[in-house]
């Protein structure tokens, strides 16, 4: 069974960085694509980024600011994040997926970032 755990998060004051990791274990081969999602209080959950063969892909948020990267032989996953906001404040959810041909099949508990002024 494959475990994903997503670490890293944490208090940071606004125009900080932070970086968060995430590992998919428990898996023989490597996840096709991973991501990042996130959900602010009373808001639905939000794309954040992704990474697979075909790229790397950002929510309009934060493009410029945020970077994913992968070791793929690792199954890990990691997302800086510069010049945090007070509205980057949520719970990041990684999630794994094994083909690129279907949806995401694997989600951590998530891992909370706190923006303050």
């Known amino acids: 069974q494959v475990h994903v755990v997503e670490s890293g998060g944490g208090l940071v004051e606004s125009g900080g960085s932070l970086r968060l990791s995430c590992a998919a274990s428990g898996s023989t081969v490597s996840m096709a694509r991973m991501g990042w999602f996130r959900q602010a209080p009373g808001k639905e959950r939000e794309f954040v980024a992704s990474?697979?063969?075909?790229?790397?892909y950002y929510g309009d948020s934060v493009k410029g600011r945020f970077t994913i990267g992968r070791d793929n032989a690792k199954n890990t996953v990691y997302l800086q994040m510069n010049s945090l906001k007070l509205e980057d404040t949520a719970v990041y959810y990684c999630a794994a997926q094994r083909s690129l041909a279907t949806g995401y099949d694997y989600w951590g508990q998530g891992t909370q970032v706190t923006v303050s002024p």
């Open positions: 990474i697979s063969r075909r790229g790397t």
